[in-house]
């Protein structure tokens, strides 16, 4: 079984409390659903049309868990903390080859 990967862009961030806040409940709950943080901050490069934005990439072991992640209790309480107007983001699920 392949695994998945959830892939996080930041494009704007207006509330730094919000998302720290954000921050303490998801890194806990996304790794409680078995994801494992593999890379987190600003790029130290950008290519072509890419941006320097905050990017978050978590691998799961397989697409199922990486979908079913996003909807635990842990995570939805994360997402509460961080509001609906604090950032501006696209996450992003794949499945590895």
């Known amino acids: ?4 990967y959830w892939i996080s862009t930041y494009r704007s961030i207006t509330d730094n409390d919000a998302l720290a806040a954000y921050a303490k409940l998801a890194g806990p ?3 409680a659903a078995g994801g494992t943080f593999l890379a987190r901050g600003v790029p130290a490069a950008v290519k072509e049309s890419g941006q320097q934005m905050r ?3 978590i691998e799961f072991e ?3 868990a990486a979908l079913a992640a996003y ?3 842990g995570y939805k309480a994360a997402l509460a903390a961080l ?3 604090a950032v501006v983001r696209d996450i992003r699920i794949i ?3």
């Open 1 to 4: 079984m392949a695994k998945a």
């Open 29 to 31: 709950s996304l790794s």
């Open 55 to 57: 990017t978050v990439l």
């Open 62 to 64: 397989s697409l199922a």
């Open 71 to 73: 909807d635990t209790p």
């Open 83 to 85: 509001g609906s107007n």
């Open 95 to 97: 499945e590895g080859v």
